[in-house]
């Protein structure tokens, strides 16, 4: 690996100043386990990397009543996991992190590199937009706050500006009428990332939903909300039948990936029926009923 110099400020603004003073030569290193690979395979070269590790605050998770939830970028995956907080208030997402990658990856690696690194075969991404995200970013010119389905741009690209640095990530209340549900689909069981996943929440207003938010992950350059079904499925009892045609706007609506792990076909079809099955679950219907 090529020469480069470890900076580890205590503060923020320290560390927002070396971004500043270092432009394009320097990087964010926060967990290290996608930066050090992207180094090794010298798709990054930076001459100074700036260690997060030291802004504890950066770390923290935190819930009120009114405010809800916050975790800070630096969080580990297990510590989201982990949280009682989270399995308490938000069990669709201590499950996503509980679940994704392995044991190793869940202690190193951050909730803030996952988002920012915006790799595609990935989990939190999808799930954190369904649940109505918001993520608190640091630059030059102070802080803003953005929706997280505006943060995922792209491939490989994300909302951050040059010299900015991903600081928490917020959830609104929890609202006990909100259901969530999440599916990833993994290529083989010996693999770790997901080939293709699919999260819905929705608000239960009798034997109906409305504020249906379908987003699916991984099989797209970055999560892609799947409008066409969301206004579907609001306001219509859910039958198996119902389940079926949302999954059918949704493989219309699909724009996915080919890549080595799955062609476009192939992800299509796994994405089809992942939202079959995460309605009709989410329902409370038994989605073999209905399979081939
Ligand atoms: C074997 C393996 C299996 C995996 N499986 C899964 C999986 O199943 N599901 C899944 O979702 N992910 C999976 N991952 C990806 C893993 O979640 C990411 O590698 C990880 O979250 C990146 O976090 P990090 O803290 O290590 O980031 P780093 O490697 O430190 O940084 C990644 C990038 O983000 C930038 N960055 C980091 N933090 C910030 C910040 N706060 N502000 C601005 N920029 C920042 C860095 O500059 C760098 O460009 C897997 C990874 C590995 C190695």
Redesign the pocket.
């Not at 190193?108 to 996952?114: E, K, L, P």
């Not at 900015?164 to 600081?167: F, H, K, Q, R, S």
């Given at each position: 690996m090529h020469s480069f110099e470890f900076m580890e400020p205590t503060t923020l603004a320290e560390a927002l100043r070396l971004l500043a003073t270092h432009e394009d030569d320097a990087?964010?290193?926060?967990?290290?386990?996608?930066?050090?690979?992207a180094m090794r395979q010298r798709m990054?070269v930076p001459e100074i990397v700036v260690s997060?590790g030291r802004l504890h605050d950066l770390r923290t998770i935190g819930w009120t009543p009114a405010g809800g939830l916050r975790i800070g970028?630096?969080a580990r995956?297990g510590d989201v996991a982990r949280s009682e907080l989270v399995q308490q208030h938000y069990p669709m997402l201590a499950g996503v992190a509980a679940g994704?990658?392995?044991p190793q990856?869940r202690n190193?690696?951050?909730?803030?590199?996952?988002l920012?690194?915006a790799?595609p075969a990935?989990?939190?991404p999808s799930c954190l937009i369904a649940m109505g995200a918001e993520v608190t970013i640091a630059g030059p010119d102070g802080e803003r706050r953005i929706p997280m389905r505006t943060f995922s741009v792209d491939f490989f690209t994300t909302a951050?500006e040059p010299g900015?640095?991903?600081?928490g990530i917020l959830l609104p209340p929890p609202d006990p009428q909100r259901l969530g549900h999440y599916r990833r689909h993994l290529r083989t069981a010996a693999e770790?990332?997901?080939v293709a996943n699919v999260a819905l929440t929705a608000r239960r207003v009798g034997s109906a939903w409305d504020e249906v938010r379908l987003v699916v992950g991984a099989a797209t350059p970055s999560p892609q909300s799947m409008t066409r079904a969301e206004a579907y499925l609001a306001g219509r009892a859910i039958t198996l039948d119902v389940a079926a045609e949302a999954a059918s706007l949704v493989a219309e609506e699909l724009a996915p990936i080919s890549d080595g792990r799955g062609d476009a076909a192939f992800r299509r079809q796994v994405v089809r029926a992942a939202t079959r099955r995460i309605v009709a679950e989410a329902a409370g219907l038994d989605w073999k009923e209905t399979a081939a």
């Open positions: 990087c964010v290193f926060a967990g290290g386990t996608a930066l050090l690979l990054m997060l970028a630096l995956h994704l990658a392995n990856v190193q690696a951050t909730i803030g590199g996952n920012c690194y790799d990935t989990d939190p951050l900015e640095i991903l600081t770790h990332r997901p």
